[in-house]
T-cell receptor, first 115, second 113 residues
Framework: SAVISQKPSRDICQRGTSLTIQCQVD?????MFWYRQQPGQSLTLIAT?????????ESGFVIDKFPISRPNLTFSTLTVSNMSPEDSSIYLC????????????FGPGTRLLVL | AQSVAQPEDQVNVAEGNPLTVKCTYS??????LFWYVQYPNRGLQFLLK??????LVKGSYGFEAEFNKSQTSFHLKKPSALVSDSALYFC???????????FGAGTTVTVRA
């Protein structure tokens, strides 16, 4: 499986600021996704990061709040904008390999605390 | 629409005893089913999947799961639990042709020595 890294691994931010999270994969992948895991909760899909085009957002998530970039087949960023304490979560990227394999693999996550 | 239910928030077992974590699903077409494990302060690790074929699938760390179409279930099992199996377990489902995963609420497994 691909090796997935995320930066930063954790951060503490002030409300009203923005944080950009990076996801780097060691091989080209077909699909990349961003998930949010709120404290004590399950994972919720934020969006599908599309290479070279705008991300596809799930219901309840908007581009102004969570802009996403995917400039190539190995890298994506998620920005959490104008943060509030409710944005405190773990943010995870996931990938599906170039073989079109069925398994989605996850990065280690970014733990965000907003004060 | 697709969804997953994990009816137990917590499962507690003694080391060496069998471990079962329950999962039921709902999907419009043929399901692709997955189990992931999350250790404290770690990301999600893939354990096993059912796509097609044999209803009993074997995965990492001695875990296995049985797909039951009539009961729409995909329960995770381990014959002899270890203390190191203590973690949060997620069941997930997706439909054929759609890579978006829907996750269950998660089940916290505690294995006592």
């Amino acid at each position: 499986s691909a090796v997935i890294s995320q930066k930063p691994s954790r951060d503490i931010c002030q409300r009203g600021t923005s944080l950009t999270i990076q996801c780097q994969v060691d091989s080209q992948v077909t699909m990349m996704f961003w998930y949010r895991q709120q404290p004590g909760q399950s994972l919720t899909l934020i969006a599908t990061a599309n290479q070279g085009s705008e991300a596809t957002y799930e219901s309840g998530f908007v581009i102004d709040k969570f802009p996403i970039s995917r400039p190539n087949l190995t890298f994506s960023t998620l920005t959490v904008s104008n943060m509030s304490p409710e944005d405190s979560s773990i943010y995870l990227c996931s990938v599906v390999g170039t073989g079109g394999g069925e398994t989605q693999y996850f990065g280690p996550g970014t733990r965000l605390l907003v004060l | 629409a697709q969804s997953v239910a994990q009816p137990e928030d917590q499962v507690n077992v003694a080391e060496g005893n069998p471990l079962t974590v329950k999962c039921t699903y709902s999907v419009s077409g043929n399901p692709y089913l997955f189990w992931y494990v999350q250790y404290p302060n770690r990301g999600l690790q893939f354990l096993l999947k059912y796509i097609t074929g044999d209803n009993l699938v074997k995965g990492s760390y001695g875990f296995e799961a049985e797909f039951n179409k009539s009961q729409t279930s995909f329960h995770l099992k381990k014959p002899s639990a270890l203390v190191s199996d203590s973690a949060l377990y997620f069941c997930a489902v997706r439909d054929l042709g759609d890579y978006k995963l829907s996750f269950g609420a998660g089940t916290t497994v505690t294995v006592r020595a």
